[in-house]
């Protein structure tokens, strides 16, 4: 079967840094992608993951290995609006995402 | 750039209703799809078109569901005989998909069904 796992909430302090961990269990597994997602508006492009390493863009930068089913976001400089739930999702062969249930990030001051 | 747009973003009618939505991918995006997402949890895939060919249904979208996609633009959804469970946020996404582009999947605001 398809499996996308990720903490369902997860709280921080302002300035800090957080890291969001996300294992994936899926067959035909093509890539991981990470979306942001705030309060009641549709899920918005973070990063894609493809090979094994790490990809940093800015505050924000996304880890995948393969061989371990495994994947993480790190966001840096913690803000207050980065309170959002993170979305993990697995690109399957077929193009489809596969998603968890999202993390839920609470940014204190 | 105007983005994935969706009609309505609220509607909400009785059970037994009919319901459509509208959904206006990314111009030149060839890859449209349909996710369904309750509170809580992740969206759910639905299906997906390649220009006006429907690639791959969920086994989610039972025979009250149905989505096209006319003349590889936009895309309509509809659902027949509403009942209180589908009640959730659909969303629409669109991707560049091959087209020398990637295969970020962008997504709209969403209409949010209430099923009363």
């Known amino acids: 079967g398809q499996n996308i796992d990720q903490p369902t909430e997860m709280t921080a302090t302002e300035g800090a840094i957080v890291q969001i961990n996300c294992t994936y269990q899926?067959?035909?597994?093509?890539?991981l992608f990470w979306y942001q997602q705030h309060a009641g508006e549709a899920p918005t492009f973070l990063s894609y993951n493809v090979l094994d390493g790490l990809e940093e863009k800015g505050r924000f930068s996304s880890f995948l290995s393969r061989s371990k089913g495994y994947s993480y976001l790190l966001l840096k400089e913690l803000q207050m609006k980065d309170s959002a739930s993170y979305l993990c999702?697995?690109?399957?062969?077929?193009?489809?995402?596969?998603f968890g249930t999202g993390t839920r990030l609470q940014v204190f001051p | 750039d105007t983005g994935v747009s969706q009609n309505p973003r609220h509607k909400i009618t009785k059970r037994g209703q009919n319901v459509t939505f509208r959904c206006d991918p990314i111009s030149e995006h060839n890859r449209l799809y349909w996710y369904r997402q309750t509170l809580g949890q992740g969206p759910e895939f639905l299906t997906y078109?390649?220009?006006?060919?429907?690639l791959e249904k969920s086994r989610l979208l039972s025979d009250r569901f149905s989505a096209e996609r006319p003349k590889g633009s936009f895309s309509t959804l509809e659902i027949q005989r509403t009942e209180q469970g589908d009640s959730a946020m659909y969303l629409c996404?669109?991707?560049?998909w091959g087209a020398g582009g990637g295969y970020e999947q962008y997504f709209g605001p969403g209409t949010r069904l209430t099923v009363t």
């Open positions: 999702a697995g690109r399957l062969s077929t193009d489809k995402l596969i």
């Open positions: 996404a669109s991707s560049p």
């Open positions: 899926t067959s035909g597994f093509n890539g």
């Open positions: 078109f390649q220009n006006e060919a429907q």
